[in-house]
């Protein structure tokens, strides 16, 4: 059975931080594996607590009076060297709910103000970014968006452009453009439904999902 025998931290950054795995595969092999984290220590690391806390926070929000634009920022990235589209996300800080970081994630990056659906459907706890290399997880959280763009709250490290997108701009961009795989699927969503926030009150065996 494959499992971790020992962790070692590599880095010490204040945001993202590089270890090294002693693990064992399947059949008894002893082997080294890298991964990234935003734990700042090996013991608060997911595969040592066993918990899921949510690094991060994503927006999926609809504009206009017929919620028929959704809110992206085209953002450069420097691993890519290149602009990607993306849905608004930030960072959860200590002892922030994720509603409470998706409000500010959203004013911050877009100057709009976001107002999310409840819903009991479950869709919102934490899930896994790319579990092959990190165990960053973030929330996502539904809702619309109104107000006018700024960018005043934008970091010095962030280079955006807010865009809201109708039907046929989501369809172009996932035809042309480099987008994050979160921002693919709910474009796929929201190109494909009159009701992209439908989902959230459906439940399993209760209709199409």
């Known amino acids: ?90 960072l959860v800080e200590d002892g922030e709910r994720v509603d409470e970081a998706a409000l500010r994630e959203m004013r911050e990056e877009t ?19 790319s579990a092959g290399m990190t165990d960053e997880s973030c929330c996502m959280v539904f809702g619309t968006a109104g107000g006018t763009i700024s960018q005043s709250g934008l970091e010095d490290t962030e280079q955006l452009d807010v865009v809201l997108a109708d039907r046929q701009e989501a369809a172009r961009i996932l035809r042309e453009e480099n987008v994050a795989a979160n921002c693919a699927f709910m474009l796929m969503n929201f190109i494909s439904s009159a009701d992209p926030l439908a989902f959230l009150h459906q439940r399993a065996g209760e209709g199409q999902l």
């Open 1 to 90: 059975m494959a499992e971790v025998d020992r962790v070692s931290q590599v880095t010490n950054n204040r945001f993202l931080n590089y270890y090294e795995l002693n693990t064992t595969d399947r059949i008894g092999n002893h082997k080294k594996y890298y991964m990234c984290s935003r734990r700042e220590s090996a013991e608060k690391l997911d595969l040592m607590t066993g918990a899921d806390r949510p690094d991060g926070v994503v927006m999926f929000a609809l504009y206009g009076e017929g919620r028929d634009r959704v809110v992206l920022v085209h953002q450069y990235r420097y691993p890519l060297g290149a602009y990607i589209y993306e849905l608004p996300a930030g």
């Open 111 to 129: 100057g709009l103000e976001f107002h999310p659906v409840l819903s009991d459907s479950g869709y919102e706890r934490p899930f896994y970014s």
